[in-house]
């Protein structure tokens, strides 16, 4: 070849260079505000959209969906949290200028040449969403204080002639660090769930029902009016006695307590009150003179359960406050009884 052609030649090449470089730069600016293929935001794919179409196919996809409520569900009740009340918004325009600076990365002739052949970016985005943790505790606060009980300890309640439990009933707690997180995901993402069941766990009372008579092996009824005094094992009656009770103005105390002191042949300790006369605030020894025959089971406040030579007044208010028994009988009590026993008197 001639110096001539070479000469020729390279001004051939020259100008097609020219011309594919010229052709290249106009490709690329005229694509100066589409979004290179391959781009996806949040899901949604706008490769080859310009930015105008790209934010509203965005709107419609990502942020319509964002706009509904969330409704927390139990049961049959319900609560909503709106997205006015959650203040939740979507940055689309900032998304949509980083996919369109993403697309202009490099030189005009490497995205001309990507283009030509084809190649895409494979690059995804996520969009800036934002809501109101404030506005999302308060509903959480309302879940909680419409759903939560506390659990109830099985108890159990008194008549003179009877002893009956009230039941346990576990209490629910609401699982409020799942519950938050389920509903910031669906605040946030348009395509989780915006039905959330709240969830909640059982809470289990410290004392069940079946543990009732566990917890009450041995218990005393006493009955003032029918001047009876029933002793129950395991929440049944297993035996009944007579007694006698505080005569009118010295009544035997109503009400709930337990045995707190027992003894054997116990001394009196009198009473410092009117009714005692010259012995009041002595100890009288265990003997004929000593009143409180055989046992002593302290009730509360100077009152007891004691035996009595005073048979007679056995089916009667007659004592100072305290129950009599018959001495075989406070004796027989006295062995299924211990410190702590409760003692309901009606």
């Known amino acids: 070849m001639s110096r001539k052609h070479l000469v020729l030649l390279s001004i051939v090449v020259a100008g097609a260079l020219v011309a594919l470089t010229a052709a290249a730069w106009a490709y690329d600016r005229a694509r100066a505000d589409t979004i290179a293929d391959g781009i996806v935001i949040g899901g949604v794919d706008v490769g080859g959209l310009d930015s105008a179409a790209a934010r509203s196919k965005l709107r419609g996809e990502l942020l319509e969906p964002l706009r509904a409520p969330v409704v927390l569900t139990r049961g049959a009740r319900s609560w909503r949290l709106t997205a006015r009340e959650a203040r939740t918004s979507l940055d689309i325009d900032g998304s949509v200028d980083a996919a369109i600076a993403r ?53 159990l309640t008194f008549t003179a002639r009877s002893v009956s439990p009230i039941p346990s009933r576990a209490g629910l707690r609401v699982q409020v660090d799942r519950l938050r997180s389920e509903m910031r995901a669906a605040l946030l993402s348009p395509t989780a769930s915006r039905r959330i069941a709240v969830p909640v766990k059982g809470v289990r009372p410290k004392v069940t029902t079946a543990q009732l008579a566990a917890r009450y092996p041995t218990l005393v009824i006493v009955d003032r009016g029918r001047y009876k005094l029933t002793l129950y094992k395991a929440l049944e009656p297993v035996k009944t006695y007579r007694i006698a009770v505080g005569r009118i103005g010295l009544e035997t105390p109503a ?45 509360y406040d100077g009152a007891g359960i004691h035996g009595t030579s005073d048979i007679g007044s056995l089916g009667s208010a007659a004592s100072h406050g305290c129950v009599r028994m018959s001495v075989p009988d406070v004796e027989d009590l006295y062995g299924r009884v211990s410190v702590g026993t409760p003692v309901y008197i009606a």
């Open 255 to 299: 009400g709930l307590y337990a045995i707190q002191n027992m003894a054997i042949n116990p001394s009196w300790h009198v009473p410092k009150s009117d009714w005692a006369g010259d012995l009041a605030g002595k100890v009288i020894p265990p003997g004929p003179d000593n009143p409180i025959k055989a046992r002593w089971m302290g009730i």
């Open 103 to 155: 697309s202009r990365r490099g030189t005009f002739v490497a995205r001309a040449l990507d283009a030509a052949l084809g190649r895409t970016l494979d690059e995804r985005l996520d969009p800036q969403a934002s809501y109101s943790e404030a506005a999302l505790r308060r509903v959480v606060g309302r879940v909680t204080r419409g759903i939560e009980r506390p659990p109830r300890d099985a108890s």
